[in-house]
């Protein structure tokens, strides 16, 4: 059952139902106005048009709290039916149809990934890994984190959930420290990037158990993912503040195949919060030519090293952004005031400011070689831009909470959290404007 009104305003006073007309087709609430808003019985909305964008915007959770995944983390089901999200309470599902929410696990837990082969869920609770059916809520344990490896890290599933993969501290190795960089270019990032931690990346063998080390390094890793597609494809990232960093890499599961996405070129250069596409053939990645310069959304094909860049204005930049099932659309989250995109390359804080609060679609357009293909051509990085369509206005959001867009697997919506309203739900707007 969803909480009470009053249950609401005791743990967030801020959040203030001032009026409702009889009709209750008006409602106002944290200062925001849902003309024709349908309303749940804690006095938050349910779905409205945003009246700034003309998009449909539904809430999809019901208990405030509830949050969507990670970008890059799969959050629906094999069937394409189900969204997982997490809750103060547990993991629950939504019925992407329905809209019925199902308490899936109690407790809190970490979750990794909706399994690609079995839709189920995978997730770790006291250094062990469970995976529970999304239907059916059976559970089994998978795996235990390795004891040859310290916390420190993330984990991940391959596509086809034979391998547990992993990044931990080596409990056997020493620390090679670094010089910490200078100033606000360093920080908390540039800090824990200095202390020169003995990581590594490792893979467990579901089936059978097999633990196995496949890269040692001092280098900071994170961000660890596996292709949707290829079960021996991992990617990874090089952390820390980006500028410092060749920053996105991929290697095979065998050990074999390091390989670096995106070679840094210029002073200030930095490119991360990476993805697989859909099909796992293209990974892209945010790139700024230099941070807080130019921006970009980057891609190169993993089998022909292809590259594409889009570029985009400043004020459309975003955290994270997400690409379509087919490939045809982007979407991103946008971003706060303390963003990239409101600052200059030297970190001094714009005004008026750069940075765009908004759910964003982005068209991709190629620009076309009118000079036709040259054979020493073929090298060369393929250019566009995107065309941006605001769906959802965030002004009201609070972006030390990160929205995290995905596409849904038919396309049609975008998913994302916010706390928009106050408490933090999930949410998804239809990419469509409607009738």
Known sequence: ????????????????????????????????????????????????????????????????????????????????????????????????????????VSGRVNVLVTGRKTGDVYYVRDNTIFATNLDTHAMREVARVPSAVEPGGNLAINADETLLVGLGIDPQGKAEPRPTPPGDLGGRLGARWAEGRPMILYTVNLPTGEFRRLLASHDWLNHLQCSPTDPGIIMFCHEGPWHFNDRVWTIRADGTGLRLMHKRTMDLEIAGHEFFSRDGKTVWYDLQTPKSGV??????????????????????????????????????????????????????????????????????????????????????????????????????????????????????????RSNLLGPTHVFEVEVNKAP
Request: hydrophobic content about 40%; charged content about 15%; overall charge neutral.
């Open 1 to 104: 059952m969803p909480p009470s009104p009053a249950s609401i305003l005791r743990i967030r006073p801020v959040l203030l139902v001032r009026h409702f007309m009889a009709s209750g087709c008006w409602l106002l609430v944290s200062g925001l106005c849902f003309p024709n808003a349908a309303r749940a019985a804690n006095g938050l909305p349910v779905e409205w048009i945003d009246s700034d964008t003309g998009h449909r915007v539904i809430r999809l959770s019901q208990e405030d709290g509830s949050a969507s995944l990670y970008f890059h983390q799969n959050a629906y089901s094999a069937d394409s039916r189900k969204l997982i999200m997490t809750t103060p309470s547990g993991l629950s599902t939504v019925n992407l149809e329905t809209r019925a929410i199902d308490q899936v």
């Open 295 to 416: 921006f970009w959304v980057a891609g190169v094909n993993l089998a022909t090293g292809e590259r594409t860049w889009y570029n985009l204005p400043r004020n459309e930049w975003s955290v994270h952004y997400n690409v379509s099932p087919d490939g045809a659309l982007f979407a991103g989250d946008g971003g706060g005031p303390g963003s990239v995109a409101n600052h200059t390359p030297d970190g001094k804080t714009l005004s008026p400011p750069g940075n765009g609060q908004w759910i964003y679609l982005f068209r991709p357009v190629l620009v076309p070689n009118a000079a036709g293909a040259w054979p020493d051509q073929k090298d060369l990085i393929h250019t566009g831009y995107f065309q941006a369509e605001r769906l959802v206005n965030l002004a009201k959001h609070d972006y030390r909470l990160e929205p995290n867009v995905t596409f849904t697997p038919d396309g049609k919506w975008i998913v994302f």
